[in-house]
C-alpha cells in the first residue's frame, strides 16, 4: 500500500497533448460542486454511533480510489500512479485554529474511524499546522466546513511545488424535501483528468 502502481508513459498516453497543455497554465486546477444526498449515511452513523464527517471522509477516499485518475501525481517530469490514497484532513480546534492530519486508511470503515478519531483528539490538544505529519505524495487533501452550505470552493495552490493532488471538501448540509444534501466540492488538475472522472467519483460515492 502506498507505493507507485504504474509509471504512465507520456510518450504513447492518449492525455499527453492535454497534459502538456494545462500543465503550462499557471493554474491548471479546475473544480466542480455538486450537492450529494446523504440521508442514509446520516442515518447510519446515527445508528453505529460513529462520527458522520469521518464516515464521509471513508466514503470519499473509497470512491476516490475506485477512479485510477485520482490517484495520479505529478513527480518532476513523470506522471506516477499510487495504488491507494491516504486522506490527509484539517482537524479543527476549540480555538478556531485547525491542524492538518494525516489518516491511515483501511477498507473497514469502522477501524478507520476510530484511529482517526484518535489522532484527532490528540491533535485537537496541540498547536500549529502539523505539517511534519502529512503531505504524503499519494495523499487526497480533505477539508469539512460544516458551517456553510456554499455553491463553490476556491483551494490554495502551490504550483511552485508542483501540486497535483486533488482536493475535496463537504459543507453543511441541508434539507430539500425528506432527503438531506450536501456540498460536495471536488478540484483537480486537469492535466490528469476531466469532469468525466470527477463525474465517476461522484458516482461511486455512496452516501
Known amino acids: ?8 508513459d507520456i510518450a504513447t ?8 497543455h494545462f500543465s503550462a497554465f499557471d493554474d491548471p486546477f479546475f473544480g466542480v ?9 446520516y442515518q447510519e452513523a446515527k445508528d453505529k454511533g ?26 518532476g517530469d513523470r506522471v506516477v500512479c499510487y495504488d491507494s490514497l491516504l486522506p490527509e ?29 484518535t489522532e484527532m483528539e490528540r491533535l485537537q490538544a496541540t498547536t500549529g499546522l502539523n505539517k511534519g505529519g ?6 487526497i487533501h480533505y477539508s469539512a466546513v460544516p458551517w456553510l452550505s456554499f455553491t463553490d470552493m476556491k483551494h490554495p495552490t502551490n504550483m511552485r511545488s508542483g501540486d497535483s493532488v486533488p482536493k475535496i471538501s463537504t459543507g453543511k448540509y441541508f434539507r430539500e424535501g425528506e432527503r438531506l444534501m450536501m456540498p460536495v466540492s471536488v478540484t483537480c488538475h486537469h492535466g490528469l483528468m ?12 455512496h452516501l
Open 194 to 205: 476531466d469532469g468525466y472522472h470527477v463525474a465517476q467519483f461522484i458516482k461511486n460515492l
Open 33 to 41: 460542486t455538486v450537492n450529494v444526498d446523504c440521508t442514509r449515511a
Open 89 to 117: 484532513a484539517t482537524v479543527a480546534r476549540a480555538d478556531h485554529t485547525f491542524s492538518f492530519a494525516a489518516f491511515e486508511y483501511d477498507p473497514d470503515e469502522l477501524v478507520f474511524i476510530r484511529q482517526a478519531k
Open 134 to 139: 502529512t503531505f504524503h505524495p499519494n495523499a
Open 50 to 75: 460513529v462520527s458522520f464527517s469521518l464516515l464521509v471522509l471513508h466514503r470519499i477516499v473509497t470512491a476516490a480510489s475506485a477512479v485510477e485518475e485520482f490517484r495520479y501525481r505529478i513527480e
Open 1 to 8: 500500500m502506498n507505493q507507485i502502481e504504474k509509471i504512465i
Open 13 to 20: 498516453w492518449n492525455r499527453r497533448e492535454h497534459y502538456e
